[in-house]
């Protein structure tokens, strides 16, 4: 130990650097500054860590934040820390605001002071808002998306400073570098710097104490900030530590919302820190919408960079200073009722409800989809490997707009609401040319059968059989099938075990997956509605994965039980 | 001189003394105790891709295609196709390594990993000389894969060949690097 004291003087630095009078002793009302700077340092160390794992692109951004979440040790506990840790770092610089105005601590001579713990509430917002877009979530990408929206609306240089911040025209992944840069690099610097000078110059001007003593007291009670202060900072940063601790305990970590999906109507509510000036914007309509944006809080921001200026009573009782007092209560009920309206509004309404349930569920089955590995396309890509929802969705974006189906979609086609289920089929043979089987179709060549209806059960269940080619078809089934299409003379169109004619679709394999693709593929073959077609073929409009995903949602059709 | 106010006070009060170094103590061990607490879950996260497979993808087997189109003692370069899986990302079939397919006059075919043992560049044919040599510090092997010269510590890698139904595959694997026994990674 005396041998690097001997060469470092590490130990005269130290005492420098603790070696502080606090005037009046060491208080409990002077800790929020210390626990910032301790929330601070956790928020780098984490981040640091964080930042070993994130990929900052479009299509790597959720899948590296769901890695860590769900695949490394203690991921999700390192990111709801620093998740946390950005709340907890608003709320303690409130409360040392607070403290400062209560003592009197910016007025003359520490004007500066203020203004340097300002700046750095500011760059404390700064970190939040660039911190929650980079998981590239629905979250993130839409309530982020309201703030560059704003940031346009700055008269003249709006949307120049908005196309700087968001690198470009629009979201994309120099959106992600870009606020990835200012979230680790610009931010955390501007930080150090402006706490350099406030440390700087507090340790100037030292504290500012209690309003009651006078300076004799003061002074007799003085004490030194080594330990006596440091142990009660010390307590409550680890009071900090273990609520900060508990909440990522109870809430399971920070959450993680489906990928971004510039497609969906997903309602943005920012961080709760953000609430206020979110909830500020819906009073402003119209062209007026700048004020509430835009001129109401850089006026208020203003003031409160220029209070020391302001108010400028020497006194240290707060209660001689009652104008600062009120203003400061004014401000703080203000942005309490704005972020209260908001959250009721938001409980109140059941459409939100309603949609935050559903993007629940949906992060819910992204993540568990992830699991199976993340396609290169990105975080949306993951729902390709869900056969039910990738096809429900392709069915939705190419077949409806002339297939109606559940009461919607087009009307150029057969319904396929519950399509080749039993009622499906019954119905159809019943009456094949009503307007929800072939009616709108140029297919009027198939006539109507007016069987028994234990003939047109058997019928259709034979038919079903054919839907799955692995399964054993049961000897006396086929036979009464193949029985009731001789007596119907199916066999004039239908081919069924290589005999029969080749106007109509063959009935082998029928409804089966091989059947329905190659079908899909290529409806204008022979073997299916050969010249009365009029559906296009899908055999380049889609992919191989893409047609099974397709083919397992209409299977899933006949499969459920309607 | 404000320094010494609370110096001399405590000379004055017996008992502050050993007050304040209690403060030290317990100041000293709570950081510690939080450093410690905070310190595990964050060096577990960091170690944890040293401990999980991250990079994984298609095993066994690879399908290197028709014998037919080799030529006596001519090596041919082939991609291995498979999937990869990377941390988070599921990439479908690309190329996740390539091998040398050497077929003798037998018939008999050999198959060396393009991955130079010394260091891991991908090694090259160099017809003019009739052999395998790695650019990046100039090792040199035979047809057979026998080191002639440079630093690689060991031959080229062989890896086990399979012909079934006129196709040719190639059991791939990533071997250890810089040592001279051939172990699998």
């Not at chain 1, 993951?382 to 039910?388: G, I, K, T």
């Not at chain 2, 007050?19 to 950081?31: A, D, G």
Request: hydrophobic share 40%; proline share 5%; charged share 20%.
């Amino acid at each position: 130990m005396k041998w690097l004291e001997d060469r470092t003087g590490l130990n005269g630095l130290f005492d420098k650097f603790t070696d502080e009078p606090v005037e009046g002793g060491a208080k409990w009302s002077y800790v929020f500054g210390s626990a910032l700077v301790f929330v601070f340092i956790m928020q780098i160390v984490s981040g640091v860590i964080l930042a070993t794992c994130y990929s900052p692109s479009t299509t790597d951004a959720w899948g590296s934040v769901y890695y860590i979440q769900h695949k490394t040790f203690s991921g999700w506990f390192v990111r709801g820390m620093h998740n946390v840790g950005s709340s907890a770092m608003i709320v303690l610089a409130v409360l040392h605001m607070a403290q400062t105005l209560i003592f009197g601590a910016y007025r003359k001579p520490r004007e500066l002071n203020w203004i340097s713990g300002v700046f750095m509430l500011f760059i404390i917002l700064g970190f939040g808002l660039t911190g929650y877009l980079l998981p590239w979530d629905q979250k993130g990408y839409w309530a982020t998306q309201v703030a560059t929206s704003i940031m346009g609306l700055v008269p003249v240089i709006g949307e120049f400073v908005k196309g700087v911040i968001q690198g470009g025209n629009d979201y994309g992944n120099l959106t992600l570098t870009r606020f990835y840069s200012f979230h680790v690099f610009f931010l955390p610097a501007g930080l150090m710097a402006f706490l350099s000078i406030h440390i700087y110059l507090f340790r100037r001007h030292g504290v500012t104490p209690h309003w009651k003593p006078d300076e004799l007291e003061l002074k007799k009670k003085t004490q030194p900030f080594w330990p006596d202060q440091v142990f009660k900072d010390v307590v409550v940063s680890v009071i900090v530590f273990i609520s900060m601790v508990i909440v990522v305990w109870y809430m399971n970590g920070a959450e993680l919302q489906s990928p971004a999906d510039p497609s969906s109507n997903y309602i943005a509510r920012p961080e709760w820190y953000f609430l206020f000036l979110f909830q500020l914007l819906k009073y402003f309509e119209g062209e007026l919408e700048v004020v509430g944006a835009i001129i109401i809080p850089s006026i208020v921001a203003s003031l409160i960079i220029a209070l020391p200026f302001i108010f400028r009573s020497r006194s240290r009782s707060p209660l001689k200073r009652l104008p600062v007092m009120g203003s400061f209560g004014a401000c703080l009920a203000g942005v309490i009722f704005l972020t209260i309206m908001s959250s009721i509004s938001d409980s109140g309404n059941e459409r939100i409800i309603k949609q935050k349930e559903e993007s629940e569920k949906l992060a819910h089955v992204a993540i568990k989809l992830a699991a199976l590995g993340i396609p290169p396309q990105g975080g949306m890509a993951v729902f390709q490997n869900d056969p039910m929802y990738s096809g429900e969705q392709l069915f939705r974006q190419h077949c409806i707009i002339c297939h109606s189906f559940e009461g919607a979609g087009g009307n150029s086609a057969p319904d396929l609401t519950a399509y080749n289920s039993k009622p499906w089929l019954i119905g159809f043979m019943q009456d094949p040319n009503a307007p929800k089987y072939y009616g709108r179709t140029k297919i009027n060549v198939m006539p109507e059968y007016d069987l028994e209806k234990e003939d047109l059960s058997n019928l259709v269940e034979f038919l079903l059989a054919q839907a799955e080619p692995d399964k054993e078809i049961d000897p006396v089934l086929k036979e009464t099938g193949e029985m009731i299409l001789e007596e119907n003379e199916c066999y004039i169109c239908h081919t069924y075990d290589g005999y029969g004619g080749d106007t109509a679709p063959v009935l082998d394999n029928f409804a089966s997956d091989k059947w329905l693709r190659s079908m899909i593929e290529d409806p204008g073959q022979k073997e299916f509605f050969g010249k009365f077609n009029n559906m296009p073929a899908y055999k380049d409009k889609l992919s191989k994965q893409e047609m099974d995903n397709l083919v397992y949602f209409l299977q899933s059709l006949r499969k459920k039980s309607y | 001189m404000n320094e010494h106010t609370y110096k001399k006070e405590s000379v004055h009060h017996s008992g502050e003394n050993g007050r304040r170094n209690f403060l030290k103590i317990c100041s000293v061990v709570l950081t510690s105790l939080i450093g410690i607490a905070y310190a595990i879950p964050l060096i577990r996260a960091f170690i944890s891709p040293a401990m999980q497979d991250t990079v994984t993808g298609s095993s066994g087997l690879f399908d290197i295609g028709n014998t037919n189109d080799c030529e006596v003692n001519v090596p041919r370069k082939v991609p291995i196709k498979g999937i990869k899986i990377d941390a988070w990302n599921k990439f479908p079939t690309t190329a996740i390594g390539a091998v040398w397919i050497l077929m003798d006059k037998d018939k008999k075919f050999t198959a060396f990993s393009t991955i130079c043992p010394h260091l891991g560049c991908g090694v090259d044919w160099d017809e003019d000389s009739g052999r395998f040599v790695c650019p990046c510090h100039d090792s040199y092997f035979d047809i057979e894969g026998n080191v002639l010269s440079g630093p690689s510590p060991r031959r080229l890698d062989t890896l086990e060949t399979e012909i079934k139904q006129g196709k040719l595959f190639v059991k791939y694997q990533k071997m250890k690097l810089g040592i001279s026994e051939k172990i699998p990674t």
